[in-house]
């Protein structure tokens, strides 16, 4: 197990060095964007359609598609105009993922065997993902007005086309480019840029439903208290993408059988109030009870906005969830509730190869060193071996990071 849990933490550590990684287009505010924001605008619009679809998906084979295909193929993924993969494309990258399945010792679908799929588009959720993987890139280039007086396929080729789109039979799809390419109209013919008017197919219901995505650009902007290796602030993106790739790599590892859907889903709505409210430090909690209700207050009434705006039956999916989380009754609700607290211990020791002295900077700060050196009873109570090793080593961590660095902590 130990050799397990080494292998793990190694290995989430480059996924945090990857997600990390700074690219070319920007938010609708336009601040710079990362790996981690457009992953996890993958896996949420696939969460947003799914319960729309004429033909019934794995959803927890989609969100494993999506985070396999962002993390390997994300240019190919995301660029309607990249050509496929050559053959030395495909080998370097079925070549990575195979590495990595020789670290993760899977015992389910390996990520190789996932990239096939992806690559070799066999099953309709990695047809999918490549569709939704597009209509996320104009999705953006829209929201950043990102150099379109330099880009010719907007003025000579606007829209997307539809004629692979159409191949998946699904009309919510193509709802989806339809109104994906009445707003390339009329943002262009805002910037004074003329074209010929799209031909319209889709519905209010496909406009509020898409419009959502705007709540999810928020969230992945939202800032925590934990620092990037490099110094940059984390954000809920870089923090729920991570806890789906724990999801992913712990659970073959576990003892008991818990269902992956609800465990994906779960992780991605767990912050989601956060696209509205922000996300208020533990420190802050810890050190004002007034903060911590009135957190909770916010909270409440943020996914009961998110209730009241998503369409049936999106609408109490989302709102369970989140209270299916917060209540912490169920297996799959304490299997992410416990590695959404490892995945922060963890990312809070990445920081500059281990200076903790940044938790102390916070308001109540040194209330960080004790909670980094607190087990966590819900841990020990789900008796997942896995689990508890995992977290004796991020205490180990904590505990030798703060010794370097001249740290001490009383009263534990």
């Not at 993922?97 to 099953?123: F, M, N, P, Y």
């Not at 709102?319 to 809070?348: G, H, I, M, R």
Request: charged share 30%; proline share 3%.
């Amino acid at each position: 197990m130990k050799n397990v849990v080494s292998n793990l933490l190694g290995f989430m550590t480059k996924i945090e060095n990857y997600y990390g990684q700074e690219i070319s287009s920007t938010n609708k505010a336009g601040e710079k964007e990362y790996q981690s924001s457009l992953a996890l605008k993958l896996c949420f619009l696939g969460y947003l359609v799914h319960p729309y679809l004429k033909q019934k998906i794995n959803l927890s084979k989609l969100i494993r598609l999506s985070l396999v295909a962002s993390r390997f193929i994300s240019d190919t993924l995301y660029d309607a105009g990249k050509k496929k993969l050559g053959a030395k494309e495909r080998a370097y990258v079925l070549d990575r993922a195979e590495q990595a399945d020789a670290v993760l010792e899977r015992k389910t679908e390996t990520l190789s065997e996932a990239l096939k799929d992806i690559l070799e588009q066999k099953s309709f959720e990695s047809r999918l993902i490549m569709f939704l993987g597009r209509w996320i890139n104009r999705w953006e280039e829209i929201a950043s007005k990102k150099n379109w007086e330099h880009k010719t396929d907007f003025r000579e080729k606007p829209y997307e086309s539809l004629t692979s789109v159409k191949k998946l039979e699904e009309p919510f799809v193509e709802e989806g480019f339809s109104y994906l390419n009445k707003r390339i109209y009329e943002v262009l013919s805002a910037e004074g840029i003329e074209l010929a008017a799209p031909k319209i197919k889709h519905s209010p219901f496909t406009e509020n439903l898409l419009d959502f995505m705007t709540h999810i650009d928020d969230l992945s902007q939202t800032q925590r208290d934990n620092l990037m290796t490099d110094g940059r602030r984390e954000t809920d993106a870089d923090h729920i993408i991570k806890l789906m790739w724990w999801i992913m790599v712990a659970l073959p590892h576990l003892q008991k059988k818990y269902d992956e859907d609800k465990l994906f889903e779960l992780a991605l709505v767990h912050d989601i109030v956060e696209a509205r409210c922000g996300d208020i430090p533990l420190s802050l909690q810890h050190s004002d009870a007034g903060i911590k209700l009135q957190k909770i207050q916010n909270e409440w009434e943020a996914i009961m906005y998110f209730r009241a705006i998503l369409p049936p039956p999106l609408n109490n999916l989302t709102y369970n969830l989140f209270e299916e989380y917060e209540t912490k009754e169920t297996p799959e609700s304490k299997v992410v509730w416990a590695l959404d607290k490892l995945d922060a211990n963890w990312q809070a020791n990445l920081y500059n190869g281990g200076d903790v002295t940044y938790w102390g900077k916070y308001p109540n700060g040194e209330v960080y060193y004790q909670l980094a050196l607190t087990r966590k009873p819900l841990v020990t109570e789900m008796g997942e071996p896995l689990l508890k090793e995992l977290e004796d080593e991020t205490i180990s961590t904590s505990q030798k990071n703060m010794e370097s660095c001249g740290i001490k902590v009383a009263n534990l």
